[in-house]
T-cell receptor
Framework: GENVEQHPSTLSVQEGDSAVIKCTYS??????FPWYKQELGKGPQLIID?????GEKKDQRIAVTLNKTAKHFSLHITETQPEDSAVYFC?????????????FGQGTTLQVKP | SQTIHQWPATLVQPVGSPLSLECTVE??????LYWYRQAAGRGLQLLFY??????ISSEVPQNLSASRPQDRQFILSSKKLLLSDSGFYLC??????????FGQGTRLTVV
């Protein structure tokens, strides 16, 4: 089955710096890659996603890049702010079929120091 | 967009007691529904998913079961809780090729 590896497990940056989180996936049929942000005690919320027909997608300070050949994708947060501190999860899914199973990475705890 | 309701938000149960966590979905019909467990400081482990009423698939062998009595209702149960069942349980809903929406989770502590 699909396996998603996420690194690093923890990341600490100074406010204003950039943060990069990387994920690799095993199933070459995967073609949908969302990123979720989870604040303490809450459920994860989608922050950005990318489909396999594009290599990069950007939304203000957040961008995601995808390398299908290497089977890895990354989340980039620029000009980090303290409110970016949270746990971030990547996920992968094959859009074909009806199960819609999202397989998640292990999560990255991001701390942005003021 | 979809709204996922989960309750209770927190639960403390003794070992050997039964469990019932409920999840209901608003804003969509015929969604795929999922139960995830998140152990402290760890990732999201998929426990069960359902593509329709009465259809349940289990991802990992465990002490828990799931049921879907109605289109937008998903229940996680156990007859006898174990200490290892403690964790943060998340219900999620996904309709066709849209994003997955999560509930706010239930923090279960088995004592």
């Amino acid at each position: 089955g699909e396996n998603v590896e996420q690194h690093p497990s923890t990341l600490s940056v100074q406010e204003g710096d950039s943060a990069v989180i990387k994920c690799t996936y095993s199933d070459s049929a995967s073609n949908y890659f969302p990123w979720y942000k989870q604040e303490l005690g809450k459920g994860p919320q989608l922050i950005i996603d990318i489909r396999s027909n594009v290599g990069e997608k950007k939304d203000q300070r957040i961008a995601v890049t995808l390398n299908k050949t290497a089977k890895h994708f990354s989340l980039h947060i620029t000009e980090t702010q303290p409110e970016d501190s949270a746990v971030y999860f990547c996920a992968a899914k094959a859009l074909s079929g009806n199960t819609g199973k999202l397989i998640f990475g292990q999560g990255t705890t991001l701390q942005v120091k003021p | 967009s979809q709204t996922i309701h989960q309750w209770p938000a927190t639960l403390v149960q003794p070992v050997g007691s039964p469990l019932s966590l409920e999840c209901t979905v608003e804003g969509t019909s015929n969604p795929n529904l999922y139960w995830y467990r998140q152990a402290a400081g760890r990732g999201l482990q998929l426990l069960f998913y359902s593509v329709g009423i009465g259809q349940i698939s289990s991802e990992v062998p465990q002490n828990l079961s799931a049921s879907r009595p109605q289109d937008r209702q998903f229940i996680l149960s156990s007859k006898k809780l174990l200490l290892s069942d403690s964790g943060f349980y998340l219900c999620a809903s996904r309709h066709k090729n849209t994003e997955a929406f999560f509930g706010q989770g239930t923090r279960l502590t088995v004592v």
